[in-house]
DNA sequence: CGCGTAATTGACTGTCCCGTCCAAAACGCT
DNA sequence: AGCGTTTTGGACGGGACAGTCAATTACGCG
């Protein structure tokens, strides 16, 4: 038999996502992996590759994250449906809010840095938003049945939007958009959506 | 007196722009824009100082440019407001759409890159998003007051939900999807803005 | 025509970069 | 204990990197 690995492969590959996530794929050197990991360089490339393997280990891990935490928090019985739409619109424009040190989504920056180049990177996102919008599509159609929002919308599509609203909220937060702005954001995002007509005069309140 | 500049300053910049806007901040070399340029170091280093100081530049013009242009874009008479709404959203779709090589916008991407960790990118960035939201509201007001959009609705909470959208197109481009979808996002953003009574069943087509 | 001024050119410095390689080490099996 | 196998750690190579510098060149003014 031969020598066991001395690191946790899930505690390595976590430290290299916070380094790509700080300074960006052509921003972080391998070196500076090795110095935040504590790896010896032949370990790192004899377990992972090289660079651009292992960004690609670590995107894949975020992106399947993601997409798993969205389409967890919109499923449910759709009794439910409506609300939790409003939940995580709020929580997304929250979250940007929050983060004060800008670092923004891995998979946004990700996308802006690589997709151009990298087909592979950009494969990892479309499935990742196709995963997050397909949630959105089935919450939405949940809260049709239920009779919260007008049947007559098309759920696709309204979904698609509604993740547009979703990454323009991140993108207007790395930009320095300051939080309540963000929040009226996802309020009048969520005023918008097409209610059915008994149900348009109650909003659920966030606050 | 003194030898005169060789260079075109703004063809250099042209340059430079279209170097940083294809290999972003970090993977473009100072190397790369001499070879883009045909300047030799010393004149680059001379004229605009140094790497951080010439994609400063470089990012300056570009946003001034694009604020200007939707400001421009959505200027006019009461009477034609909602129709250059319109078409500014569908024009930002089509944009996105026809960009197959994913370039998408250097704003966004310079802004994903370097926002974290350059306050005067970020600077840079706030405002030309805030001058394009302030330009959408004044066309947002405008329709209002030529009773297209519904006078009740807060023209600046509005416009703010607008640029949301249009940064976000621009995130759902980059990640690779589909042109059609990206323009039935546009429609779909068109058609719940929220009309006056009288003027709800009539939306100006695109095609 | 020479002189001051500023642009040009590309060689150069010291650092950083990615990836390779190898000797030493740590196991289980026999 | 000896063996094959894999991991480890760090030195190493070749190239790329940002930025500097000095010698040369081009201009207009006196």
Redesign the interface.
């Known amino acids: 038999m031969a020598r066991p690995r001395e690191f946790d492969e899930e505690a390595v590959l976590e430290r290299a996502r916070e380094q790509f996530w700080?300074?960006?794929y052509?921003?972080t050197s391998m070196d500076a992996i090795v110095a935040a990991t504590g790896l010896g360089k032949g370990s790192l490339y004899g377990a992972f590759g090289g660079k651009r393997q292992l960004f690609l280990r670590v995107f894949d891990a975020y992106c399947a994250r993601i997409a798993d935490a969205v389409a967890d928090g919109l499923t449910g019985p759709d009794d439910g449906a409506f609300v939790r739409l409003c939940v995580h619109i709020r929580a997304a424009a929250a979250g940007v809010a929050a983060d004060e040190?800008?670092?923004?989504c891995l998979l946004?920056?990700g996308?802006?840095?690589l997709?151009?180049h990298d087909p592979d990177v950009?494969?990892r996102?479309?499935r990742?938003?196709e995963r997050i919008a397909t949630a959105l599509a089935d919450d939405i159609r949940a809260a049709q049945r239920h009779g919260d929002l007008d049947p007559a919308a098309?759920a696709d599509?309204?979904s698609?939007?509604v993740?547009?609203?979703?990454?323009?909220?991140?993108?207007?937060g790395?930009?320095?958009?300051d939080g309540d702005?963000l929040e009226?954001?996802a309020?009048?995002?969520i005023g918008?959506?097409?209610r059915t007509g008994q149900a348009s005069r109650a909003v659920p309140a966030s606050r």
């Open positions: 700080t300074t960006g052509a921003g040190l800008r670092r923004g946004a920056k996308t802006a840095e997709s151009e950009t494969a996102s479309r990742a938003l098309d599509e309204l698609t939007l993740l547009a609203v979703l990454r323009g909220m991140e993108a207007l790395k930009a320095g958009m702005r009226r954001v309020e009048t995002a918008l959506l097409p």
